[in-house]
């Protein structure tokens, strides 16, 4: 297995000082400005859908064959395997049209539901479409097999499944506190 390392793929900086392994295996790097840690024998990866690790995750879901990130600066998507590894042009997309924070992806009768700071979107492939212009959705909680209870900066809302999928209801009075933990 070959692994090249860059910041592109994680590491601080390209300029690489020096190098050492330790007793576990893991390879140490002096870089310009820090030293790195490579965890070799790590069945995980650094995935970085930005290319240029500035955004912050904040949600991740694996739906109908791939893998969802959500980040401070959209939704991110590729084919999911289970040897994923970022350093071989993993096919990360920025979905169109969900720019901004990407608080939850979820699923909910096999179709997603993505939490996002401008309001509610449902995605189909990869088309969001808005369905609730409540700002900031949060969470989403089932309270039966058509009804999603949904948390915003502001309230919650209830949303009901129809047979063009999920459509808002209506929002809840009473309580205009931020509910993002339900």
Sequence with gaps: VSLQLSK??????????????????????????????????????????????ISTGYCAKIFNEQLFLGLSDGLYVAPWSKQFNSASGNGM???????????????????????????????????????????????????????LLGGTYNGLVLYKKTAQGWQFEQKLEGLKESCRIM
Excluded at 23 to 51: E, H, K, Y
């Design 93 to 147: 997309r920025k979905i169109a049209g969900l720019d901004g924070q990407v608080w939850s992806v979820n699923e909910w009768s096999n179709e997603l539901l993505v939490g996002h700071h401008e309001g509610t979107f449902q995605l189909k492939g990869s088309s969001p479409s808005k369905i609730s212009i409540e700002a900031g959705a949060w969470t989403f909680v089932q309270m039966s097999p058509d009804y």
């Design 8 to 53: 592109k793929n994680g590491l601080q900086n390209n300029n690489i000082l020096s190098a050492m392994n330790d007793r576990r295996g893991n390879l140490w790097l002096g870089l310009d400005n820090g030293i790195d840690c490579v965890n070799l024998s790590s069945p995980f990866s650094t995935i970085i859908p930005d290319r240029e690790l």
